[in-house]
């Protein structure tokens, strides 16, 4: 039989990301710019309750948002309609954005002087969450029409994420989806989890979730 190498390539890329991570996270604190990296499954409502975030925000701080995509800029026009800078950023076919490709982002969206920037990661509750974009928090949405066992399927995900917004909370009666049983899932893959139910059509919990992203921009 033939000798061969052995060569660990996903572990030294992630660890390679994870290094630029930490080093982009330390120099958007000296520049006081808060990187949030939001994701969800396509149609959890990411666009729509960003859009709503945004509309609370904008008036209080300076806002930057990139949007990524395989190959799209459907969400990047809908979002530049607010006013705020906007840049679309392809993937090309690929399914997640890590720390060197939010880097490029941040720099053609020209953030120096934000006081947020906002990563629209790809639709994707797998491959997102295994690349750390150097983000300051991070942030998913699960919607009521997904079902309330998705942290169950997908742990690694809700592990990592510092918020969880349930979002369409307004169609609960129509759907077989417990609200208490899926924040004890949470909480069982991430007891520091903050969760907060929200309706991005209605506005319901919006207010809640703004408050503690206010907070959080304002004490970085």
């Not at 806002?63 to 906007?86: F, N, P, Q």
């Not at 169609?171 to 609200?179: I, N, Q, R, T």
């Amino acid at each position: 039989m033939g000798e061969f190498r052995v060569l660990e390539v996903k572990q030294s890329i992630f660890a390679d990301n994870d290094r630029r991570a930490d080093e982009l996270r330390k120099e958007l604190k000296t520049k006081k710019l808060f990187l949030l990296n939001l994701m969800s499954s396509p149609g959890a409502g990411k666009t729509t309750t960003l859009k709503k975030t945004i509309r609370c925000l904008q008036d209080k701080l300076t806002i930057g948002v990139m949007e990524a995509d395989i190959d799209s800029d459907v969400d990047a026009r809908s979002i530049s309609e607010l006013g705020v800078k906007t840049i679309q950023l392809h993937t090309g076919g690929m399914c997640h954005l890590d720390t060197e490709m939010t880097r490029q982002g941040l720099k053609g969206l020209e953030a120096d002087g934000l006081d947020l920037a906002i990563l629209e990661n790809v639709g994707n509750l797998v491959c997102p969450a295994e690349f750390d974009t150097g983000a300051v928090k991070n942030v998913m949405i699960l919607s009521v029409p997904e079902g309330h066992d998705k942290p169950l399927k997908y742990p690694l995900m809700f592990t990592i994420c510092d918020v969880v917004l349930i979002n369409k909370i307004d169609v609960l009666p129509y759907f077989d989806f417990d609200l208490e049983v899926c924040k004890s899932y949470i909480l069982k893959r991430n007891p520091n989890a903050i969760i907060i139910p929200i309706s991005a059509c209605t506005g319901e919990g919006i207010e809640e979730w703004v408050q503690w992203l206010s907070k959080e921009v304002r004490n970085w």
